[in-house]
């Protein structure tokens, strides 16, 4: 386990464990959640969109959306992974 960035042990330059680009990613992740799971924010008929029910396709709807949350999520840890690596000198994690 390494030294906390503000260690005075820890290597100059490092970063520390929570970026703002992880909390981001986490709250990306988290927002398809969230809203699937409020079940009462969605449970109703109408408004009716080509006869399917309001509770039918607002979780449809959530497909495509989810996987554009979840691909955000992805970029910014890959960022802060290269914003890592490059702050180790190009070595490991």
């Known amino acids: 386990m ?10 100059p330059g ?3 464990a929570v970026t703002t680009a992880r909390v ?3 709250l990306a992740l988290a927002v398809p959640v969230v809203a699937l799971l409020w079940v009462s924010s ?3 008929m109408t408004p009716k969109l080509a006869g399917m029910p309001f509770f039918y396709w607002y979780q449809i709807l959530w497909i495509p959306v989810s996987s554009i949350f979840t691909v955000a999520a992805y970029l910014l840890l890959n960022h802060d992974a ?3 690596r490059a702050a180790n000198g190009g ?3």
Do not use: E, I, N, T
């Not at 390494?2 to 290597?11: E, H, I, M, Q, V």
């Open 2 to 11: 390494s030294p906390a960035p503000d260690s005075p042990s820890a290597p």
């Open 14 to 16: 490092a970063l520390p």
């Open 24 to 26: 981001l990613a986490g």
């Open 42 to 44: 969605y449970s109703r």
């Open 82 to 84: 290269r914003q890592r």
């Open 91 to 93: 070595k490991g994690r």
